[in-house]
């Protein structure tokens, strides 16, 4: 019998935050599955309040989940070992294999970070021996040299496990030749040999005007040049990872009917939304604080967060909680997922300061529930249906916190557990559901709620043929084979 061989490594890392390292690993996840291989994704450490649940009862960032769904496999805890969700005065919670083990401030976390390695390359190793290639995401910024002492999520990964790194620059922003080359005049010489390639992203325009701008960046660092990768109009049909890429207020007018979600400091699972973005027939905006909610909304949907009462205070003092009222006046619609249910109760206690100092606080009084924010964390897969019209539903809980109340239920669980609230008109409505507007059951169901047909999206299909287009997008101008032979078989060192 033919002995299997050795899986191979490759990381990808950026000249800065958001120059499109997860979409390019995705893309690379497609590429590389459609070519028979047995691919793996992994970011050793991700800070972000859009998470996904695992099947096993985890969370992982949700980039990670995306990237697990091109390379058409199960999201795993592995795959993102360490995740850092920012809350409000305590700094953020630590989640390694998908649990929370506390929270930390950022100068705390620093002094963690060699103790999680050990975890790090754990769930790496568990990759390696199920995988043929894995594609490793960096985070932030390679430069970031005043972190390097106990980086665990760039180089110091990359060393500890002997990775090989292609770097990303993104040329929309601007300065992309001086972020490559300056990334590599700052950092460690040691560090400098890790790196086998780069890439610059998000061209724009005849590509040859850019020729010798690759050449500039490969003389000066003697990195090979893999790729100049145009633009990729579709990306906005994939779930963002980062909240500085959400739409803002349109000017309306155009016929839609508007649909807005209170964009608080801490928002979290804003991809719930990405469903909606797609509807032709519907205008999204994500309101910053300081705008008020516009008069001819039709539904108002205050979204997940990491913080439900610090966010709640923020929506107070922009004055959206008035806003809401005269809104609900002119018959408009309004929906609570998770944090944003909790906030539309009576009262949100926290008496053991899970978000900060204990406490308790009024919610906004437009359901008869109270929340107490105590126990476990909910992580779970779910399913069900609307108590009203049996309408079914997928989708998932990520919560700490119990509420009850006695007003009706929105769902009903496939376990037979009533979830959620909705008032005696069917105008205010919360629930701890993720995911719900995926279902496009449920989405053309609220959609109808408010007066519009959705539309034939399948937006499950959508996502995937997505993916595709990227992966096809991606091989058409990097060099996939030259990529592929740059990839090694990790060493695992032990020290970085």
Known sequence: MTARKAARALMIQGTGSDVGKSLLVAALARAFTRRGLRVRPFKPQNMSNNAAVT???????????????????????????????????????????????????????????????????????????????????GAGSASEVNLRAADIANMGFARAADVPVVLVGDIDRGGVIASLVGTQAVIDPADNAMIVGFIVNRFRGDPSLFADGMNTVAQHTGWQSLGLVPFFADAHRLPAEDALGLPGRSAGGDGRLRIVVLAYPRIANFDDFDPLRLEPNVDLSFLRPGEPIPGDSALVILPGSKATIADLAALREAGWDVDLKAHLRRGGHVLGICGGYQMLGQRISDPDGIEGPAGSVDGLGLLDVDTVLEGNKVLVETSGETVQGAVPFKGYEMHIGRTTGTPSPLLRLANGRDEGATNDSGTISGCYIHGLLSDDRQRHHWLQRIGIAGSALDYEADVDTTLDRLANHIEKYVDCDRLLALAREPSFKTSG
Do not use: C, W
């Open 55 to 137: 099947a096993d009862g985890g969370e992982i960032g949700r980039a990670q989940a995306l990237q697990a769904r091109a390379a058409r496999v199960a999201p795993s805890v592995h795959m993102n070992p360490v995740l850092l969700k920012p809350q409000s005065d305590v700094g953020s919670q630590v989640v390694v294999q998908g649990r929370v083990i506390g929270t930390a401030k950022a100068r705390e976390y620093q002094g963690m970070k060699p103790k999680l390695l050990g975890a790090v390359l754990e769930s790496f190793k568990r990759l390696v021996a199920e995988a043929d290639l894995v594609l490793v995401e």
